[in-house]
């Protein structure tokens, strides 16, 4: 019950990294996480101070009027962006109003984030909005401008010199670009191969429609646990899969499927559309295939795509042992899609509280070394003020970690004292610490990582965590239940995530080669994934190829592997710095550093792992199999 801050057994894992951190510790107040309470009645250490943003709602206001004077100012200056002073006045004012934008945004959204219904917030977080859509309207006009400049210009220029990495980061695909006219044309079609905004806020006309119909689908009703008839829906689906009475997820299974089956041409043509769209784009400006085009967006070699995808259906044999561990350790005569989501161990119902959570993650991530782990312990302090840990009545679920430049990144968490909730954690300083570190190495324009590399230090942490966990679980049964945790992530991120990039791969070359796509054509392509990756022991259902239809990313433009390529990273990294690679842990900080100022493979090969060969999946896929092992020699009877 007593818990404070400042337990014997945190004082010797804080000593080795932070000493004058530990002076400043003062006992916390104890809280119970409830979901209902409202928000005054948490301690306010335990909620996020955004003043460093913004000092209080009436500056906002202020600092909202300046942003917008400086978008008139920018109105005025375009004009002029055809002599290079000209353009180094517009950029100035172009950077100014990113930052100040991106800060107020940033605080509305916080806000907005735990005051769900409040009405002067909701109202804030619309001009923020309404702010931030009038600088995207900028993007094209800085495109224009930029590309205009000769190499020579931007190389020597010194009024230029500080947008030079911008400037450099937009001249490497001028190849792509194309005259006025078709420019015009393509930016009427809906071009987002050159989008300022994250490439899946745009949607295009096939995933609309796929959305719609999404919403129009009225799914069957199915029994639950307890007998009772439920309408199964979208969003409950994930939970009756993963029903532990085998015939409430077989039921909810076939249901999906059958109801999938009954709109799958209509799922082809939308899905169709959307391949069709991305390779209408890429050809229109000069790439051979989809896949170049929208991996040249973020400067990632395509070797990488191929390379992930050889290697893990190298490798597959895994996949079919694990799905026989399962029939085994589970006593199915057979395994069927609904046999995949319930656990291989049971859970273990242990409480971690905060205060113990901060002490592991601490002792957990100490391979990282100790200038990380002082940052850390700053991250991790409640008095800091980073972190809004508990949920309350107007906040919003989830987890995630925010940053803008200047001030400390901040976490949202739903603490709620569970395994699953420090993992969390875990995972969001990951996100939290490679920001802080960049933003403390870079300059405004490089500091942001790009999102090749987004889900590294995120995963990286976790993979340290488990790890951590399973040297010092109590009992077999913590340590198995562990494993098997990581397994399933290893399952669903790596194997899963990469038999979707497999079939997205397949379903644009089917574009390419002017064949047609049609739902008997994609099923066949999906079937034979399923047979590939998941074995000889896995009983594929007569609905089962059709599970691609309902899968949004495809409509999100070769973005699914790099969830793929993020665990395998995160894990490789963890490997080398676990077994003390030396300079492991030197060449990762450097990496989390670089922020995009450097090319994202090569800041990744720097730090040891190189994407475009096979040994960093490799690397994961060892960690699966010796999970495995370890499993089967801690569960089989
Ligand atoms: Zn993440």
Not at 83 to 90: D, K, R
Not at 322 to 343: E, F, M, Q
Not at 538 to 548: K, N, Q
Request: some cysteine; aromatic content about 8%; hydrophobic content about 40%.
């Amino acid at each position: 019950m007593k818990r404070m801050c400042v337990t014997t057994a945190v004082v010797t894992v804080l000593l080795a990294v932070n000493l004058l951190a530990l002076a400043a510790d003062t006992p916390l107040p104890e809280w119970t996480p409830d979901a209902n309470v409202d928000r005054p009645e948490i301690p306010e250490v335990y909620t996020w101070d955004l003043r460093p943003l913004v000092a209080d709602n009436e500056t906002w206001a202020q600092r909202a009027d300046e942003a917008e004077a400086m978008l008139t100012a920018l109105e005025r200056l375009r004009a002029s962006t055809d002599t290079v002073s000209g353009l180094a006045s517009y950029l100035k004012t172009y950077f100014e109003a990113d930052e100040l934008i991106n800060r107020i945004t940033l605080y509305a959204n916080l806000q907005r984030d735990t005051h769900q219904t409040d009405q002067d917030i909701i109202a804030r977080h619309q001009r923020a909005l309404g702010l931030t859509n009038q600088l995207m309207e900028e993007g094209p006009v800085v495109r224009r401008a930029v590309l205009a400049l000769t190499a020579e210009q931007i190389s020597s220029s010194p009024q230029l010199a500080a947008f030079r990495p911008f400037l450099e980061q937009l001249h490497r695909r001028a190849h792509a670009v194309l005259g006025p006219e078709a420019e015009a044309v393509l930016a009427l079609a809906g071009d987002n191969l050159w989008a300022q905004i994250d490439l899946n806020e745009l949607p295009s006309a096939s995933e609309s429609a796929f959305a719609a119909l999404m919403g129009d689908l009225v799914l069957p009703e199915i029994i639950d646990e307890s007998g009772e008839t439920v309408r199964l829906t979208f969003s409950n689906y994930g939970r009756f899969r993963a029903s532990e009475k085998r015939e409430v997820r077989q039921g909810a299974v076939a249901a999906m499927f059958e109801t999938l089956k009954t709109y799958e041409n209509t799922l082809a043509a939308t899905l169709a559309g959307q391949a069709a769209f991305d390779v209408f784009l890429a050809r229109a400006r000069g790439y051979d295939t989809a896949l170049e085009a929208y991996l040249d967006k973020d400067n990632v070699d395509p070797a990488v795509y191929h390379n992930l995808v050889e290697t893990v259906r190298s490798r597959t044999d895994l996949l079919h042992r694990y799905v026989t561990l399962r029939k085994k350790l589970l006593a199915l005569d057979s395994v069927h899609l609904y046999d995949l989501y319930i656990p291989l161990a049971q859970g273990v119902d242990r409480e971690i509280p905060y205060p113990e959570a901060r002490q592991i993650i601490m002792t957990a991530l100490k391979p990282l070394g100790p200038e990380y782990g002082a940052r850390l312990a700053t991250a991790l302090d409640p008095t800091e003020r980073w972190i809004d840990l508990y949920p309350s009545r107007d906040k919003q679920s989830g987890a995630f970690s925010a940053a803008a430049y200047g001030v400390h990144p901040y976490v949202k968490m739903n603490y709620q004292n569970g395994y699953d909730d420090m993992s969390t954690l875990a995972h969001e300083l990951g996100h939290t610490m490679h920001s802080d570190l960049a933003m403390n190495a870079q300059g405004p324009l490089t500091w942001r990582y790009p999102p090749f590399l987004a889900e590294i230090a995120s995963t990286c942490n976790e993979m340290l965590l488990s790890n951590h966990m399973v040297a010092s679980a109590e009992t077999e049964k913590e340590k198995a239940w562990i494993l098997s945790q990581l397994t399933e992530s290893i399952r669903t991120t790596i194997f899963r995530q990469t038999l979707f990039a497999d079939f997205e791969l397949q379903l644009h070359e089917l574009v390419e080669q002017g064949r047609p796509v049609t739902a008997e054509a994609l099923n066949s392509i999906y079937r034979n994934l399923i047979e590939v990756y998941y074995g000889p022991d896995y009983t594929i259902d007569a609905g089962d190829e059709v599970e691609w239809a309902y899968i949004p990313h495809f409509y999100w433009k070769y973005y699914v592997y790099t969830y793929a390529t993020g665990l395998t990273s995160g894990i490789a990294l963890a490997e080398r710095m676990s077994h003390e690679v030396p300079g492991a842990v030197d060449a990762y900080l450097t990496m989390l550093r670089a922020g995009c100022s450097a090319p994202p493979l090569q800041s990744l090969r720097d730090a040891g792992v190189d994407l475009t060969t096979p040994k960093p999946v490799n690397a994961a896929l060892d960690v699966f199999e010796r999970t495995l092992d370890e499993l089967e020699r801690l569960l089989e009877p």
